[in-house]
């Protein structure tokens, strides 16, 4: 981009960066415009940018060029949470997803994975959930196996979290849920040399530390957090020659089955803020705390959802009675199902 483009950007301010991306602020908006919260900018834009792939700034405050979705559907997995539009991501986290889907068919994990959250079309903060996620090299992966039928667009968005924790006690993980095959799923998401980090549950690092037999070294990517109960959380790395990616400080050597993992088992992490406390007024991130590129990242032109959509093509099995598949389900009328709109029960897929 010549200077002057930027320059023409970096002045235009966010009410003529709406009109550009598409959405419109009423007259009385546009006083606070630049108050804005970033979130609500970057949760309002469809497409990514027709633009080489570009991660700009840190998982947790940044943004994205070039993002490619994941198909919908693939042999291995299925996006969860479609009505979300967040299965954008570096084309390196995508090619990462689908090689895993097929290592955890592999390994015994259902018929492959779920996947959850990646990033939004250009990145960005989000209105709901995560703090990271902002770059496209941060996606989610559900704890329950991709079931041998596919799941309707509706169930992907029915389809209740199932937790790895026993409730009733403190940071326990439920016996009779958790398996050797859980195991080996977060540890095969570690082994990659592209990931930086696997976030999950405190009392699921645990369980790693107390049961893995494999390489301990790679237990020491796996990374104790709030919640991560019901679903794991994989980061990559900056992936070469992107200068714009920050990078985060590595992980300590060793397995992390050491006191960094004692203090989530203190009352520390848990305590309630005391009445004392002073109330943290809330900040929102606004365009201007991001890394500037993000404002021409916003006003970029927007490739098709098609051609930025990853991978081979891909014909999703028939759905069985009752199922209604991905694209009838999406371009079809209710009334045009094809047992004519009466309602059937719906097969709900056995879930471990
Ligand atoms: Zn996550």
């Known amino acids: 981009m010549t200077g002057t483009k930027a320059g ?10 709406a009109a550009l991306i598409g959405f419109g602020l009423v007259a009385g908006e546009a006083a606070s415009a630049d108050d804005t919260p970033a979130k609500q900018i970057f949760g309002k834009v469809q497409l990514p940018t027709n633009s080489a792939p570009n991660p700009i700034g840190f998982y947790a405050k940044g943004c994205m060029a070039g993002a490619v979705a994941i198909p919908t559907d693939g042999p291995t997995w299925q996006a969860m949470r479609l009505s979300r539009n967040r299965r954008w991501g570096n084309p390196a986290m995508i090619q990462l997803l689908e090689t895993f889907s097929q290592d955890a068919a592999k390994l015994g ?11 939004q079309p250009r990145g960005g903060p989000m209105i709901t959930g995560h703090a990271s996620h902002q770059i496209g090299l941060d996606a989610d992966v559900w704890f329950t196996p991709k079931p041998a039928q596919p799941l ?18 403190f940071l326990t993980v439920n016996a009779t849920r958790w398996t050797p095959t859980h195991a080996r799923l977060v540890m095969q998401a570690a082994s990659y040399p592209q990931v930086e980090r696997v976030f999950v549950n405190p009392a699921i690092k645990k369980k790693l530390c107390e049961t893995w037999t494999g390489d301990r070294a790679l237990l020491g990517k796996v990374r104790p957090v709030y919640g991560h109960d019901e679903h794991f959380h994989i980061r990559m790395h900056c992936p070469p020659g992107t200068p714009s990616c920050k990078a985060q400080a590595p992980v300590t050597a060793g397995d992390g089955c050491d006191k960094s993992l004692a203090w989530w088992f203190t009352k520390e992490p848990w305590a309630k803020p005391k009445p ?25 032109p927007a490739a098709s959802e ?13 759905p069985q009675a009752g199922e209604a598949a991905v694209e009838p389900a999406i371009n079809t009328a209710s009334g045009d199902l094809p047992d004519g709109g009466i309602p059937v029960p719906r097969s709900r897929p056995a879930l471990q």
């Open 306 to 318: 098609q051609s930025a959509t990853f991978g081979t093509a891909y014909v999703a099995p028939q």
């Open 8 to 17: 023409f950007i970096r002045h235009m301010g966010s009410v003529a960066l």
């Open 109 to 119: 994990w259902g018929s492959g994975i779920l996947i959850g959250d990646i990033s």
């Open 152 to 169: 309707s667009v509706q169930a992907r968005e029915d389809l209740p979290f199932t937790s790895m924790l026993d409730k009733s006690k």
């Open 276 to 300: 004392d406390d002073k109330p943290v007024k809330p900040k929102f991130v606004t365009l201007a705390d991001l890394p500037k590129a993000c404002t021409a990242v916003l006003a970029a």
